[in-house]
């Protein structure tokens, strides 16, 4: 599968973006979806992950709140909703597929990862 993500831009502090994750090919059902990041200088973090029938999703503890994972399996897409968006959220964010059957944090269990888009918040 090939992945897609879109949405980032330039925010001001307290502002929202909403970022999609188009995939390709028909079995994007099959796959847990997830929401990585990783900010200059640092280690690419996990920030949400979605199962495929969208039952069960799983946010890093300091993300809960604000930011929101959807999926549309019909479309094709994933969604990260993030709201009350501050200057340390400002990193490339990147999706991932992977064929664990429920959600999981760690990036080794997924296979498939998009090229990022760049989301910046200015102070």
């Known amino acids: 599968v090939q992945l897609q993500a879109s949405g980032g831009g330039l925010v001001q502090a307290g502002g929202s973006l909403r970022l999609s994750c188009a995939a390709s090919?028909?079995?994007?059902?099959?796959?847990?979806m997830g929401w990585f990041r990783q900010a200059p200088g640092k280690d690419r973090e996990f920030v949400a992950g979605?199962?495929?029938?969208?039952?069960?999703?799983v946010y890093v503890d300091s993300l809960k709140g604000r930011f929101t994972i959807s999926r549309d399996n019909a479309d094709n897409t994933v969604y990260l909703q993030m709201n009350s968006l501050k200057p340390e959220d400002t990193a490339v964010y990147y999706c991932?597929?992977?064929?664990?059957?429920?959600?999981?944090?760690?990036?080794?269990?997924?296979?498939?990862w998009g090229p990022g888009t760049q989301v910046t918040v200015s102070s």
């Open positions: 991932a597929a992977s064929l664990i059957a429920d959600t999981t944090q760690r990036s080794q269990d997924y296979i498939y």
């Open positions: 090919g028909r079995t994007f059902r099959r796959y847990t």
């Open positions: 979605i199962s495929w029938s969208s039952s069960n999703t």
